[in-house]
């Protein structure tokens, strides 16, 4: 089994960055960049 990795800040705003400029998340309800960003945040608390 691979070893997990945590989102970190940096993989939050590349993530964001290219679902900007792909123009995606505009009309979903969840946005995956919001739940990659709480994710960032959560694992950099911890």
Do not use: C, L, V, W
Request: glycine content about 2%; overall charge positive.
């Amino acid at each position: 089994m691979a070893k997990k990795q945590r989102m970190t800040k940096e993989d939050a705003s590349r993530i964001q960055s290219n679902e900007d400029k792909q123009g995606e998340n505009k009309t979903k309800q969840r946005p995956f960049k919001a739940r990659a960003q709480r994710a960032a945040t959560k694992n950099q608390e911890t």
